[in-house]
């Protein structure tokens, strides 16, 4: 099973199993790990679900559509190189995803 | 019996039913909680169902609010199919519900999340196998079970619900008619200019839209199912399915039941308080102070949309925590239709100027709402960074002057000001 590990602003780590196919958004909203909000459900129209994700698995990640880009110069927290929207991150077999939860999504 | 009394009930295990259950427990609520649902599913996004749900490209699994190990772990209890038909109620806020199946359960406080149904159209055939309705899992599952068979689909009704379903069941291969009883498409919700846009747009992909369109009657196949519908001009559009999507009601007779003020929905005060002092009703069903930074006072409003039930719910929980606490944030709405991301913030209500940024090239398009000179609005297709820089600068209180936003190719960012 894919695990994600979720790291909050104040450091505490939260590692949730995933189901393939499904999006870190999800993984995370249906588990109520705080700090990912995803108003919109998945549709990319919030901008709510912004994630840092670690580097060495940043790198490993699909490329990102211009819509994203796009959406995510408008979150709450300012995007940084390894940002993502997490429910545009689709999980895959044995994928372990490291990703840090911004101090707030609104 | 009416079982072990519950510290709070829900009714309606809706969008804001949900969140307010999640917000209290944020907030640090410690009673039961008792949320109650009408429908024989786990709480689910509507969203959905209109479009990544009826393509097929979204689960029912990807739907659901929240694990059974969520509610479980935060001591909220979930009951599928409870319909309440009456509530007895003191002066304190405690009472006893009643659902149709003869079940019942007291409660200590009561919230109303009950939101809005699908308005019936009344017309000659209107009950003919093949006319169906989309506002619940139900109709989607229905829906979804049907469209194999069908290759005409008429849409009756030109706003949210019927673009987007309009969408999916051209992309699933249907030919597809919308008529539209107004002058112009998605009339209650967005500008004309707006609407032009998506009929352009809609009608260059393919679907085949009629505005002020009046319709005679649906046309029965001979075997109790339609073939098509009438218009009074006498033209028949065959179909197959015909969905009808001209809006909500609010479900305000348990309110009204209870003798609580309704008018166009349960009216509220800013605390999501109805007229009794101690019910909260929230989202889709309530009608409350318009929240807007700058509306006009006494001014009321009742929002349809995701992030109202989210923003009411947070406020009412608070309320029920004996807290006061101001709407947060800048409404806003979304709609997918087809290649078409349309976002909307802010209220255009009592506009008196636009501002049309379009660059026909990249496929983008928005329109800013002016209101004596400082913007209030911004519908945008296909343009994420016009929409996060008009609703950024409405939660601050700043302004897009309009003659510079005229420019498609000036960042609004760039030009925002301090009112």
């Known amino acids: 099973m894919p695990t994600v590990h979720f790291t909050d602003t104040a450091g505490t780590v939260r590692d949730i199993e995933g189901n393939v196919g499904d999006s870190v958004m999800e993984t995370a909203v249906r588990n109520g790990v705080p700090g990912i909000v ?4 998945g549709s990319l129209s919030c901008a709510t679900c912004h994630v840092f994700v670690r580097d060495d698995d940043f790198a490993a990640l699909p ?4 819509m994203e880009d796009e959406m995510l110069y408008g979150t709450a927290v300012d995007r940084e190189d390894n940002s993502r929207l997490s429910c545009q991150l689709r999980l895959h077999e044995g994928q372990e995803l490291h990703v840090t939860t911004p101090e707030t999504q609104v | ?59 029912s699994e990807s739907l659901i609010f929240r694990s059974n190990d969520y509610w479980d772990e935060h001591n909220v209890t979930l009951v599928k199919g409870a319909r309440i038909v009456r509530v007895e109620k003191g002066a304190d806020g405690s009472g006893v519900a009643h659902a149709a199946s003869g079940e019942s359960f007291a409660f200590k406080r009561l919230a109303l999340t009950v939101g809005a149904r699908a308005r019936h159209m009344d017309v000659p055939g209107g009950d003919l196998a093949g006319v169906v309705y989309l506002r619940n899992a139900d109709d989607a599952l229905n829906l979804k079970r049907i469209a194999p068979e069908a290759t ?44 032009e846009y998506f009929l352009d747009a809609h009608r260059g992909r393919g679907i085949d839209i009629r505005l002020n369109a009046r319709i005679a009657r649906l046309v029965d196949s001979g075997e109790g199912a339609v073939s098509g519908v009438e218009l009074e001009e006498g033209t028949v559009v065959p179909a197959q399915i015909v969905l009808i999507g001209i809006g909500v009601i609010p479900n305000t007779e348990l309110a009204e039941q209870m003798g609580l003020a309704v008018e166009n929905g349960v009216v509220v ?62 409404p806003w709405f979304w709609s997918n239709q087809a290649d078409l991301k349309l976002q909307i913030a802010g209220l255009s209500l009592g506009y008196d100027s636009t ?48 003659g510079a936003a005229a420019d498609p190719a000036v960042a609004l960012k760039s030009i925002t000001t301090d009112a």
């Open chain 1, 38 to 41: 995803a108003e919109c459900g």
């Open chain 1, 63 to 66: 490329p990102m559509e211009d």
């Open chain 2, 1 to 59: 019996m009416a079982g072990k009394e519950t510290d709070l009930l829900i009714v309606g295990a809706s969008q804001s039913g949900v969140q307010l259950a999640i917000s209290l427990r944020a907030l640090g609520f410690e009673g039961h909680i008792k949320l109650l649902g009408d429908e024989d599913h786990r709480p689910y996004q509507r969203p959905a169902l209109s479009k990544e749900f009826l393509q097929g490209t979204v689960e």
């Open chain 2, 152 to 195: 005409d689909v008429v849409v009756v009704g030109g706003g949210f619900i019927g673009l987007e379903a309009a969408s999916s069941m051209h992309k699933m291969g249907k030919r597809v008619t919308v008529l539209e009883y107004g002058p112009r498409l998605v009339g209650r919700a967005v500008g004309t200019d707006t609407s």
């Open chain 2, 269 to 330: 005060d800013s605390n999501a308080l109805a007229s009794d002092g101690t019910t909260v009703a929230v989202g889709d069903v309530a009608n409350m102070p318009n929240p807007l930074p700058g509306a006009p006072a006494g001014e009321r409003i009742r929002l349809e949309s995701v992030n109202n039930a989210i923003e009411h719910a947070k406020v009412a929980a608070y309320s029920l925590m004996g807290r006061r606490e101001d709407y947060a944030g800048i």
């Open chain 2, 355 to 402: 501002v049309v940024r379009r660059d026909d090239e990249r496929g983008k398009f928005s329109v800013l709402y002016y209101r004596g000179g400082q913007v209030i609005a911004v519908d945008c297709v296909n343009t994420p960074l016009d929409f996060m820089a008009v609703k950024s600068a409405l939660a601050k209180g700043q302004n897009i002057p309009a």
